[in-house]
């Protein structure tokens, strides 16, 4: 346990230092999965026959590339995109669901009929919790309420500031409580899309 505290032991026993550099780790695996995320999301514009969406699909995946932190009003208008073909939950190809297996910190050394299971539960859950919060209201969560909620929702707030941290759940919020169920493929990317640019995120 000494040698390898981040492998045997729980959250709770890490020093302030370790919970810093283990959740560190853990979303450098996790980092690792957003550009082959990003990379099926450019592959699917062909696909999508609604041409003011495959506008909309090009214009957030160029804002990515060129490091900009989207609007929430960039990632709704794809919304429709996401609750069928090509990005809907159950459209998502076995390499996909690999992919943001990995994004969510789940093994994606499973089959993916069971890679798609587990990513809808976790999202579904997800997506409660969020209505759950909303009602509660941000500003009733402790300082480290609040970086937990970000980071298990793919924000690496170690290193980001308290009001940061808020500002970015309140935007998590206002897209979550937006979409219905049908819809959750599009929280579920939603991991990658507002958590890889923004301010204080890149090294």
């Known amino acids: 346990m000494y040698l390898f505290p981040r492998q045997l032991l729980i959250k709770h026993f ?14 450098a695996i996790r980092k690792h999965s957003h550009p082959e995320i990003l990379c099926y999301l450019e592959k699917s514009i062909p696909l999508i026959s609604d041409a003011g969406l495959r506008w909309h699909m090009t214009e957030l995946c160029t804002k990515i590339q060129r490091g900009t ?46 890679l798609r299971h587990r990513l809808k539960t976790h999202t579904t859950v997800i997506h409660q919790l969020d209505k759950a919060l909303a009602k509660l209201g941000i500003n009733q969560l402790t300082a480290q309420e609040v970086k937990s909620a970000c980071y298990l929702r793919g924000l690496n707030s170690t290193l980001i500031a308290e009001e940061r941290c808020r500002t970015w759940l309140a935007e998590w919020l206002k897209i979550s409580c937006s ?16 958590s890889i640019n923004y301010i204080g995120t890149r090294r």
Not at 14 to 27: G, N, R, S
Not at 96 to 114: D, E, G, H, I, N
């Open 179 to 194: 979409l219905k169920e049908a819809e959750l493929s599009l929280l579920l990317h939603n991991v990658v899309l507002l």
């Open 14 to 27: 890490w020093t302030p230092k370790q919970q810093i550099d283990f959740l560190d780790i853990y979303h």
């Open 69 to 114: 932190h989207p609007a929430i009003h960039d990632i709704l208008a794809l919304r429709e995109c996401f609750s069928n073909h090509p990005l809907g939950m159950n459209q998502l190809h076995a390499l996909q669901t690999k992919a943001l297996s990995r994004a969510m910190l789940l093994t994606p050394y499973l089959p993916s009929f069971v």
